[in-house]
């Protein structure tokens, strides 16, 4: 079993051969990268004195690939899937940049929610609105189809070029997010033991943790369907969260998962808040592939309000590490 270092220095050494005589005149870059709030380990190959102004550089990261190894995938496996990728990457990259240019307009402006804290330094740079202990930030939507997503934060300086205010922003971004990419709500009951499989756990560890969840018939699990990091956006629609307590005629609690999914849990099914604090910390302890948890707060929706508050701060795990 290679550690880390030695992991990654067989993807340097291994790559670039792996991709073939192509590529003979491509070399590795490495950069530290700012992502989900945490930065992280990221390469990508490039040709020899390209010009950084009109690179296309696709980028993997280090330590995502390491724990498909640590998880069990073969080393062979992991470089085979590296230099598809990069290949991939390398192709799709002009088309993506050309998409980029040609489709810079209001039609094509999403917004994502992000943690504020843990984003403080980007909000200095983009326009944004704070939401609860959260902060919208807005992307262009440059590249959508079943198997890929692309996307590109918009800065300060691109929308003071384009005479984007950050209220013009939001209001096109709010309309095309859940046009293009529409919320899905499944019962948990139907994919927990998925979910928690999918984060790394046996399947005798995720058939105990799916019968610790409270009532998992009333629990609901709120994506884009595998799309991008959006899914959280759920929380920006009042519209759509209303409909949903009309269904059960309840009060919701709303556990933002992470930036692509939200849990929704009626009150009126007796669940009570330990019961929620219980199942929001067995799915915060699993691994959703280095998703981010944008918050460790419970939200509370009022359905005759339409308000959303967050409940009392918890510590995720403080009172459940026996559970």
């Known amino acids: 079993m290679l550690n880390y270092e030695e992991f990654k220095d067989e993807i340097r050494c291994r790559l670039l051969p792996a991709m073939g005589t192509k590529y003979e005149k491509y ?4 950069m530290r990268v700012f992502k989900m709030g945490k930065f992280k380990d990221g390469f990508g190959v490039r040709k020899i004195n390209s010009n950084v102004n009109n690179r296309v550089m696709p980028t993997l990261y280090f330590d995502d690939l390491y724990r498909d190894y640590l998880n069990g995938e073969p080393f062979d496996d992991v470089l085979m899937s590296v230099s598809q990728a990069m290949q991939r990457g390398l192709k799709d990259g002009k088309r ?14 999403i917004c994502q929610l992000v943690n504020a804290d843990d984003y403080k330094s980007l909000l200095e740079d983009v326009p944004h609105r704070f939401f609860l202990d959260l902060a919208v930030i807005y992307r262009w939507c440059i590249d959508v189809s079943h198997n890929s997503f692309a996307s590109a934060v918009i800065d300060n ?8 205010t950050e209220e013009e922003l939001y209001k096109h971004a709010i309309k095309n997010t859940a046009k293009i990419f529409q919320p899905i709500a499944q019962s948990m009951q139907e994919i927990a033991f998925d979910i928690f499989v999918r984060g790394g756990a046996s399947a005798a560890e995720a058939k105990e943790m799916s019968k610790r969840l409270p009532d998992s018939d009333t629990i609901y699990f709120v994506s884009n369907g595998g799309n991008p990091k959006v899914g959280a956006t759920i929380l920006l629609y009042s519209d759509k969260l209303k409909k949903f307590a009309n269904r059960f005629s309840s009060d919701l609690y709303l556990l933002p998962l992470s930036s692509m999914e939200v849990i929704l849990i009626p009150t009126c099914y007796k669940n009570d808040l330990d ?9 915060n302890n699993v691994n959703f592939n280095n998703e981010e948890i944008i918050s460790e707060n419970i939200y ?3 359905r005759s309000s339409g308000e959303i508050s967050v409940l009392d701060p918890v510590i995720i795990g403080e009172d459940y590490d026996d559970a």
């Open 96 to 109: 993506i940049k050309k998409a980029a240019s040609d489709n810079m307009n209001y039609d094509n402006v």
């Open 275 to 283: 019961a929620v604090y219980k199942c929001f910390f067995d799915l």
């Open 27 to 30: 070399v590795i870059e490495e």
């Open 300 to 302: 509370y929706y009022e």
């Open 157 to 164: 300086d691109i929308a003071a070029k384009l005479g984007y």
